[in-house]
Nanobody, 122 residues
Framework: QVQLVESGGGLVQAGGSLRLSCAAS????????MGWFRQAPEKERDIVAL????????YYADSVKGRFTISRDNAKNTVYLQMNSLKPEDTAVYYC???????????????WGQGTQVTVSS
């Protein structure tokens, strides 16, 4: 069992930066791929970025490539999402998830956090 708690969301002006954190409980954190997803009002939840258990491989949605960076610290049971050059269209609730990389790539996970709101003003 893995429990996930996101933090770091908030209100930021366009062009600004935020760093999201997702703290995981459970001894098996470093066996799971991790991912960040987001859901804007009246829209479906979309993948933002994924990272394998080792941190060796990552995946980014086209809309965030070059602006967002996913990383993880297995010693701290934490995954991060550094978000730079934020745009109003990045406004959403951001969720972290844990699971197998193919499952996360398909948007499926048995473990989800409660979400953190990111609002980017123009």
């Amino acid at each position: 069992q893995v429990q996930l708690v996101e933090s770091g969301g908030g209100l930021v002006q366009a062009g600004g930066s935020l760093r999201l954190s997702c703290a995981a409980s459970g001894r098996t954190f470093n066996t799971y791929a991790m991912g960040w997803f987001r859901q804007a009002p009246e829209k479906e939840r979309d993948i933002v970025a994924l990272i394998t258990w080792s941190g060796t491989n990552t995946y980014y949605a086209d809309s965030v490539k070059g602006r967002f960076t996913i990383s993880r610290d297995n010693a701290k049971n934490t995954v991060y999402l550094q978000m730079n050059s934020l745009k109003p269209e990045d406004t959403a609730v951001y969720y972290c998830a844990a699971g197998g990389f193919p499952q996360l790539r398909a948007g499926v996970s048995p473990y989800w956090g409660q979400g953190t709101q990111v609002t980017v003003s123009s």
